[in-house]
């Protein structure tokens, strides 16, 4: 594809295939097509399928601008210097456009572009009658937001959890409580609201949504998940860890779907466990410093989190984020072992424990 006409034909011609025939194949073909214009040939800026994507969303034809919206967010994706002016492009569509079709693609293409200045799009969206595409804004709010504490978006996302459609809420909830940081009274609110639900996931996410803000109630709410006959989402396990109390080892002993799948949360609500660990992570770094100096490695524990995060850096590489108790658990609990697994990833020589470092 060595032009923008070229390239049109090609996503247009793969899109329509997606389309009448409804198989994934196709779908994952289409998808592969634009993924691989909006990264270019090596050494392509992204400049002409952002131009070819640009034009698209000038088509008389909904499919045309509804693939328009999925090149041009791609490209923001794959070229952060082009984002700004992808962005530009989408919102001015989002002014005129109808068609619920474009309207979903362009919504995930905003997502893909991350810049808040199309917080209010997003928010006007919020509202439409389309249960699919409120539920696609509600996502997307997690990388599209104004980081304000009482912003629209987070306005809108507190509207969405009281949504009719449950799906809805659902992400709603998990973007407001999970995936944003803001914590009012509005949003604890919203989220205890959220707690009983009578949709199951939604309960869940509300009730780890207030966990992550170390709400007080949180404690004998996820106590009760936890006990619950019909056992309990990933989600409880997730919010039992973040609160890391001492009141919820009952509950996590007697958990009756996998006990093994709790032992994570348990070992962070009993304190003698969680001060073990802790010297752990600690001991990793010693031995980070004792094999090499050149290496810097820093232990953090965020609010919102349950263990000990790692941050180690290595001249002439990009850093890399360790959750202490996995990297420990893979070494079988030896802070050497995992010493020499870190050093490994950042320095590419082989040893024992060699793997992909794992985000906090």
Known sequence: MDNTVGMAGHLMAAARVAGGSGEDLDEHAYWRLVREA???????????????????????????????????????????????????????????????????????????????????????????????????????????????????????????????????????????????????????????????????EVREEGARGLARRHDPRAVPLIARLLESDDGSHVFTLDAAEILGVPELLPALAAYAPDPAEADRAVAACDPVRRARMEDDAWAVVVELERLRPDLGAALSSPRYASVHGMEVTHRGTAGAGYDVAALLARAGGDPVRAAESVVADLTGSAGPGRREPDLP
Not at 98 to 114: I, Q, Y
Not at 141 to 155: C, I, K
């Open 38 to 200: 909006a990264e270019g040939e090596s050494g392509e800026d992204g400049a002409s399928a952002l131009r070819c994507g640009a034009g698209l969303l000038r088509s008389a034809e909904a499919l045309g601008r509804k693939v328009g919206c999925d090149l041009v967010g791609n490209v923001a994706d794959a070229h952060e210097a082009l984002r700004d002016e992808a962005t530009t492009a989408l919102m001015a569509l989002a002014e005129a456009e109808t068609e619920t079709c474009v309207l979903s693609s362009l919504v995930c293409g905003l997502g893909r572009a991350k810049d808040p200045r199309a917080v209010p799009v997003l928010v006007r969206l919020s509202g439409h009658e389309d249960a699919d595409l409120r539920r696609q804004v509600a996502s997307e709010l997690t990388f599209v937001n104004s980081g304000l504490p009482d912003g629209p978006d987070v306005r809108a996302l507190i509207r969405l959890t009281r949504d009719r459609d449950p799906e809805v809420r659902n992400w709603a909830a998990f973007t407001l409580g999970f995936q944003l940081d803001q914590d009012t009274t509005a949003i604890r609110d919203a989220l205890w609201e959220c707690t009983t639900d009578e949709h199951g």
